[in-house]
């Protein structure tokens, strides 16, 4: 059969249209992103910069089965406490920080979390367990992709701005500033990341950020859309495969198709594609999450079936007559 042109020509309007169109829809969902709530920035605008530290945080890894995130923060004094120097910031009084993780590397030489004046305050390493305060349901690996996690980052910055000259601790003078969360803060590969300024203890979420004594901050972790559209991609795939062998066996079963040796390949084949393509899957899953309980095993085992049943076809059935 042959296409007229007027023909041919809509249909490469249609195939272009369509790709164009799915092209649009994968860079308009969120690849991963860092943003703060909205209460957040209001707070955080009420305090302008000269008056805050800022807290860059890069979030390195998080492994959603063990729930740990791998993170690294760098602080950004105002420049009444400190000098900039390119990567680092070398601070002008003695500094005092106190982070709360299950693991941290301050980067000082005794890991103490304390610089004198006049020393480099470079990148923290921390790595923080979740507790989930902010999750009601779905904090666990086996709802990927819709698990979500949260994480609580909290700690405190202090100058010693009189007092450093002597031994005696009794006339030391501490401050402590405002302490936010920039927002130009580097991206998890995989993850949407949501940071929500939280309160300290009975305080209120305003008391604690202005007062600076101690800052809170919420890291709330979801899976991208991106990462949901191409598992909804895959899941369609597996199920395509799965009932495409159901199909073709109720054919033979039915004698609308001879049992033929390209069946059988084309089974195996869709099988060992189905098993490669399940460790690739973004985000690396682990084996039993409710994607395999209700989209892989059974599209697998389908698969595996039906090809079983139409090999005793094959190997049984020496004639064959097609049925109307």
């Not at 249209?17 to 991963?32: K, M, P, Q, R, Y």
């Not at 999750?135 to 202090?158: A, C, E, H, Q, V």
């Not at 949407?192 to 809170?216: D, I, P």
């Amino acid at each position: 059969m042959h296409l007229n042109p007027s023909k041919k020509s809509l249909f490469w309007i249609i195939a272009a249209s369509v790709f164009i169109g799915f092209v649009t829809f994968l860079n308009v969902l969120d690849s991963g992103s860092y943003k703060l709530d909205t209460k957040s920035q209001k707070l955080l605008e009420k305090v302008d910069s000269e008056n805050r530290i800022g807290l860059n945080v890069q979030l390195k890894e998080f492994e959603s089965s063990s729930q740990t995130l791998k993170a690294r923060i760098w602080i950004a004094p105002p420049e009444k406490y400190a000098n900039y120097l390119n990567s680092s910031v070398q601070v002008k009084y003695d500094t005092r920080v106190s982070i709360s993780a299950a693991k941290i590397n301050y980067g000082d030489d005794d890991n103490s979390g304390y610089w004198s004046a006049d020393q480099y305050l470079r990148a923290i390493d921390i790595e923080l367990d979740t507790d989930n305060y902010e999750i009601d349901k779905r904090y666990n690996d086996k709802w990927f992709p819709f698990d979500r996690y949260s994480l609580t980052l909290m700690g405190t910055i202090d100058f010693r701005v009189k007092g450093s000259e002597t031994d005696d601790v009794s006339d030391d003078v501490w401050e402590s500033l405002p302490v936010g969360i920039q927002n130009n803060t580097a991206s998890l590969s995989g993850w949407s990341a949501l940071f929500k300024m939280s309160s300290f203890e009975n305080e209120t979420v305003e008391s604690s950020f202005l007062e600076g004594q101690y800052f809170v901050s919420n890291i709330i972790l979801e899976r991208t859309s991106l990462n949901k559209a191409l598992l909804f991609l895959l899941a369609l795939i597996f199920l395509g495969g799965g009932f495409s062998m159901l199909i073709l066996f109720r054919s033979i079963l039915m004698s609308h198709r001879p049992p033929t040796l390209s069946g059988l390949i084309w089974a195996g084949s869709t099988a060992f594609t189905m098993i490669q393509t399940r460790t690739i899957i973004p985000g690396a899953p682990r084996v039993g999450v409710m994607f395999d309980l209700f989209i892989f095993y059974p599209a697998l085992l389908t698969c595996f079936i039906s090809g079983g049943l139409m090999f005793y076809h094959w190997i049984t059935k020496e004639t064959w007559s097609r049925e109307l």
